[in-house]
């Protein structure tokens, strides 16, 4: 058995997110203006979570794994 946690799904269905915290950010414009792109792009393909939310929490979970490393 392993004693390595196991990955956090990003993006779990509504109703389990009990504990997840707000949080505030301040980013640039281009960077806002990017991820729009993104969250278009995605409702318009029926692709994804097409919430700013799940794409940044995505985003962040992707570059923690990476840290990891």
Partial sequence: MSDRKKPLD???ARG???DFEKL???MPPDMVDTLENIRRQRKRTKSGNADLSSIIREAV?????????
Wanted: hydrophobic share 30%; net charge positive.
């Fill in 24 to 26: 505030t950010i301040t």
């Fill in 16 to 18: 389990n997110r009990g």
């Fill in 10 to 12: 990003p993006n779990p």
């Fill in 61 to 69: 979970a992707f570059w923690l794994q990476k840290s990891k490393t």
